[in-house]
Structures are given as structure tokens and as C-alpha cells.
């Protein structure tokens, strides 16, 4: 069967035993090398995803998509939810009331933020009922002033379902300051966890005790709030929402209140990524010093070739093949190592903590207790082939330094 010449020599070359083990030894820690940092990438990245994709889910679940908020509260809120379900990126629309304020608890205070919901409509714009932990959500009954506390503030209040707690919000008011604050009664009817930092900031009561608290008038509320098929589009969907339905409206959406917190980890994964491929660039770059050494080694083979006839472009090719061989070799094992990781971290990271009798994840200090793991192949390729292009790149000074061996060296390296 044909092959160029080129790739014959360089495929012999790179399966041959060579004389000088020395250049074996180095051209096999080059391929671990690029091995393992491909596989590092690999994990990395994958579990960088996970944590990104969990983050996501619970708290984008909990979370407003997008609000729509009338000039003037909204008197029927369903109207202006079927007008915002024509849009065929909303999926779902819920009554919406939003305060902030301090919670207090026998001399404790703490920030919340606090959503207005309708305990019969939140299972279509939010995961909250999933998450429930004690009580009930149908426990928010208007007029009762009951209210759904996370985790971590029920924990560190001391409270249980059935205690009482002080919402504190402030009023404008005639007074110097402008701003009074307003007390406000509240019973604790549910707690939920989503393991996230909701859990200490977040806390719902129902939106017609929310829009009684705001002093609206009765049977209105302040807006809605929507589900998105692509919760990534909710700054088009909002503009295109406000457009539709007139200057009376504006809308808000979660990039506003969340964003800066997936532009971190989006610039975390980025500048982590940046970091592991510095490895994959050392281990890459190894095989200059491998092909270096390669081309005295076969000094004279190279003499030997020139003087039958091969031209210095073929003999460049020779060795860029070996070194790409190198390359190729290297990113396939650690690829396929880095895969079988990746898709098996959690089950590793829980054997690991069953063998050592310790967890690593402590639910007690991270929001997440498990390892989570997203396999991107989007990623896996482009790990794969920044890989094989620094590796490709490490080949062009070594073949140019073989492709200037002249003929009548032959005499000296016989």
C-alpha cells in the first residue's frame, strides 16, 4: 500500500527501539505527561460544570425569571399572564410581590429578602415545593402572615414551625429621616432547603399579605413573575414583553439579581482552564527537548537520506510525524482516562469516603454534600485539540533543526 516516505520513516521511528534509552525514557514521560494533564482538564472542567449546572437549577429554580410589574398595581393578574404566555419562550406565570427587610428573633437580626407567592401557583414558576423540609407551603393562608424561612436561618434563629418572628421593613414617611420602620408579625408556617445561599436570605409569604404589607389596594398585586423555556434569554424576553404590552409596564429579570454570580463562575472556569492547559503546554513542549535529541541521535541517518535524495521538507515531515505520533498518543489516553473519570467522579468520590471513614463534602460546611460532574464533550474537543496543536507546534523547531543536517555530515557520524 502507498505511503509518502515521510510518514513511513516517522512511524518506524517512533515504534523502533531506540540506542539511547535515555530518549525513550523522555519521550514516554512526554506522552504521561500530556496524559495526564488532558485527563486533569478533563475532571476539572467536568466538575466545574457540575457545580455550575447545580448552582444553577436551585437557585435560578427558586429564583424570578423574569418580573412584569405594572405602572399601577395589577388588578387582575391573570389577564396580563395570558398576555405574557403568547410569548412562546414563557412557560408559566405566577402572582409577584417583593420586599426587603430585617427578620428579628429575641435580639438576633438578619437581612431577608422576601418573595410574595401564591402557595397554588409556585409549583409552575419554582422548584420551592420540592425542597420543602418541614411544614407545609399550603400553610400560607392570606391574612395569617405566615411565612416559609430556609434552613439556615430557621437554624440560626432556633426557629420551628408554629414560632413567631419580627419582619421589620422600612416606610417613607413625613418623619426627619424620611423612612420609618414597620413592624410586622409573622408565623413561621414551612422551611425549605435548596442548598444554596437562599437558605439565609430568602423568605416567601403569601402575596396578599405582601401587598396588604406594600398597603395596595385590595385584590391587587405588584406584578408577576415568569418561567422560561431558556431561562438564558430572559433579557430578550423581558424587552420583548415591555414592547408589546406599553409604557405602562416594565420588567426585570434574573441577570439583574443573579447575574453577577454566573459571570464569576463563568470567569472561574475560564481562568482554571487557562491554568490546567499551562500543564498540557509543558508536557506538549517536552517533546522538543524529545525530538532534540532525537535528530543527533539519527544524525546520520538523516545524512544518509539526504544523500539519496530526500529533500529537506521530507526530512522536517519525518520528524514532525514522530512527534505528532507523540502528541496524538498522549491526548487519545489521556482523553479516554479523562472521560471514564469524568463520568464516574461522584461514584469515586463516595467510595473514597466510605474508605477513608470521612466525608468530603460536609453538608455542615458546603451547600453542595456530593461531587457533581457534567461531561461537555464541547470541552472534551477542545481540550483534545488545543493538545494536539501545542503538541504540533512542539514539532516545527526540532524538523527544522533535522532539515538542516547536509549531506556530507554522513562522514562524521560514521
Known amino acids: 500500500m502507498f505511503r509518502p516516505l515521510s510518514i513511513f520513516i516517522g512511524a518506524r521511528y517512533t515504534r523502533a527501539k531506540r540506542r539511547n534509552h535515555f530518549i525513550s525514557f523522555i519521550s514516554l514521560t512526554s506522552m504521561i505527561g500530556l496524559a495526564l494533564g488532558v ?10 460544570n457540575g457545580f455550575q ?20 398595581p395589577v388588578a387582575d393578574w391573570r389577564a396580563l399572564a395570558d398576555k405574557a404566555m403568547a410569548n412562546p419562550q414563557v412557560q408559566a406565570a405566577a402572582p409577584y410581590a417583593e420586599l426587603e427587610g430585617m427578620l428579628s428573633h429575641r435580639g438576633l437580626m438578619q437581612p431577608i ?3 410574595g407567592i401564591d402557595p397554588a401557583e409556585e409549583d409552575k414558576v419554582s422548584i420551592l415545593p420540592e425542597h420543602i423540609r418541614q411544614g407545609s407551603l399550603n400553610n400560607l393562608q392570606p391574612g395569617e402572615f405566615g411565612v416559609v424561612i430556609g434552613d439556615i436561618t430557621a437554624r440560626r434563629f432556633g426557629l420551628q414551625v408554629g414560632d413567631k418572628l419580627t419582619l421589620i421593613i422600612p416606610e417613607l414617611s413625613s418623619a426627619p429621616g424620611g423612612v420609618t420602620p414597620r413592624m410586622q408579625r409573622l408565623n413561621v408556617a414551612a422551611v425549605f432547603k435548596v442548598g444554596a ?41 423581558s424587552k420583548a414583553l415591555v414592547a408589546e404590552l406599553g409604557a405602562g409596564y416594565r420588567a426585570d429579570d434574573w441577570t439583574h439579581t443573579q447575574g453577577s454570580l454566573f459571570s464569576a463562575m463563568k470567569m472561574e472556569k475560564t481562568m482554571i482552564g487557562l491554568l490546567l492547559l499551562l500543564i498540557v503546554a509543558v508536557a506538549a513542549f517536552n517533546i522538543i527537548a524529545t525530538l532534540i535529541m532525537v535528530v543527533a541521535d539519527k544524525g546520520g541517518d538523516i545524512a544518509i537520506l539526504r544523500t539519496l535524495g530526500a529533500t529537506p521538507r521530507q526530512i522536517m515531515a519525518v520528524f514532525m510525524v514522530q512527534g505528532s505520533v507523540i502528541g496524538l498518543v498522549g491526548t487519545l489516553i489521556g482523553t479516554v482516562l479523562g472521560v471514564l473519570a469524568a463520568l464516574n467522579v461522584s461514584a469515586l468520590v463516595a467510595w473514597l469516603e466510605s474508605f477513608a ?34 503538541s504540533f507546534l512542539a514539532t516545527l523547531y526540532p524538523s527544522w533543526r533535522a532539515a538542516q543536517v547536509q549531506p556530507a555530515e554522513a562522514l562524521r557520524y560514521e
Open 113 to 115: 429578602q422576601i418573595h
Open 53 to 72: 449546572k447545580e448552582m444553577s437549577s436551585r437557585i435560578l429554580g427558586m429564583v424570578p425569571h423574569a418580573m412584569l410589574y405594572g405602572a399601577e
Open 197 to 237: 445561599e437562599l437558605d439565609s436570605s430568602l423568605a416567601l409569604i403569601n402575596v396578599v399579605d405582601a401587598a396588604a404589607m406594600q398597603r395596595l389596594p385590595d385584590g391587587t398585586v405588584p406584578g408577576i413573575r415568569l418561567a422560561l423555556k431558556d431561562l438564558y434569554q430572559a433579557p430578550q424576553v
Open 39 to 48: 485527563l486533569a482538564m478533563i475532571v476539572v472542567l467536568s466538575v466545574m
Open 357 to 390: 471513614g470521612q466525608q468530603v463534602m460536609s453538608s455542615d460546611v458546603y451547600f453542595i454534600s456530593s461531587l457533581p460532574s457534567d461531561l461537555q464533550w464541547l470541552d472534551v474537543a477542545l481540550i483534545c485539540s488545543a493538545a494536539l496543536i501545542l
